[in-house]
């Protein structure tokens, strides 16, 4: 008997095999790509951008694989945001030339001086301030010390530091001369003005300043005081030339209706010139022997030689005078308590060293000295608002050990108990 089942012996249909294939599991995603390394010249401070990974975690696998390259290309084109301050000038030779002529022509004006010393600042700090700008340069600070007392005004004397402090960076561009008057200049400007202070430190500093720079003084001879009364007679000589102007247009006229001898002088010395010459060959000739050269370079050396004595003998001259100036202001400031001490050892200091004056400057030295030790007595012998003597801690304490004995033991006291009590070092 045949089977009743019609699909026997026939493979199982297709369907069945389909349904198998969807029954296994998914193969799993490609591997994420890792995430590019930040740069190395990144700031650590910056915050680091979200990696891949963590944008992955809410994205399907396969468009993040899609979309990373994208991503790291998009993140290489976005510029960072930075903050540059810019510490040039971008002016050429001829415009930094300009603007220290322009400068020069204006910081001699007090009312303009602040403006034009700022001016000046901007061109030490932007590096305009070279070899081949100096010269310009140095006429800025000329012009600006062309009135020497004008540096000390309440108004303008801070801007007066300023410029000059910022000006001793460049110092390395001037040559010997500049060097010196530049000197001269520090003390008008700056160290005279530091003893205006309310600083007792900034005070003491300019105070030792001015005497080590008493101490480097020469000692003056009688050149010194010749040369000093040669060009006060000089000063005299031109203020009376300028008040006499007027009464010279006279004889002015006078002598212009005078033949010139002059012409007739130097015709016949042409004339002379003619007849021992008179084709012109001595031109054509190398007529100059060594012996004229030589006298020529002597006649060079001498005159070079002049020159720098009469500039060592200015320099010298205007460093004495600055330094007077400075002992003056620092006299007036004798009337405030804490300057006092300070005065008195800058005074003696000066007093001890007055051979390195001139003759008019070691009168105002000595008259400087006397003016400070009247004072000083009046103030000892003067009575306080509490009563008591005016007197500091430290001429107190100098009062007090100017009595005391000293043991050859180290000892304070000639009792020989060598018991320490409070010393002055």
Known sequence: MASDDLFEGLPPPATAAGEDRAASPTPPPPPVPPAPRPSALKSSLKRSKPSSDAASSSQPAAPVAATAPADVAAEGRVPEKRLR?????????????????????????????????????????????????????????????????????????????ALFNAAQGVTECFNQQQKNQFEVWMLHAVVANDLSTDDSFVFSKAVGKIKDAISALPVATADDDNDEARALAVAESQSGTTENKADDTVPTAVISSLPDDSNTDAGASNSGEELSDPFGLDDLLEHKSKKSERAREKAVDELNRKAAEEESKRYLRSRREALLKCLDIA???????????????????????????????????????????????????????????????????????????????????????????????
Request: hydrophobic letters at 35%.
């Open 85 to 161: 301050f810019r510490t040039t000038v971008d002016a050429s030779e001829m415009q930094i030339i300009e603007a220290m002529q322009k400068i020069t022509s204006h910081i001699g004006n007090p009312s303009k001086f602040s403006k034009a010393s700022k001016l000046a600042l901007q061109l030490i700090e932007a590096g305009s301030v070279k070899p081949e700008t100096v010269g310009h340069f140095f006429a800025v600070l000329e012009a600006a010390m062309s009135s020497l007392g004008a540096c000390n005004e309440p108004a303008v004397c801070a801007d007066y530091q």
């Open 331 to 425: 006299a007036r400031r004798y009337r405030t308590p804490w300057t006092q001490t300070t005065v008195d050892i800058l005074g003696k200091h000066a007093y001890d060293n007055v051979g390195r004056f001139t003759g008019r400057q070691r009168e105002a030295v000595e008259k400087l000295w006397n003016s400070i030790k009247e004072q000083q007595i009046r103030r000892k012998h003067g009575k306080s608002a509490s009563g008591k003597l005016d007197v500091n801690a430290f001429e107190r304490l100098q009062e007090k050990y100017s009595h005391e004995k000293i043991s050859i033991r180290r000892a304070v006291g000639g009792a020989g108990d060598r018991r320490a009590t409070q010393w002055l070092g």
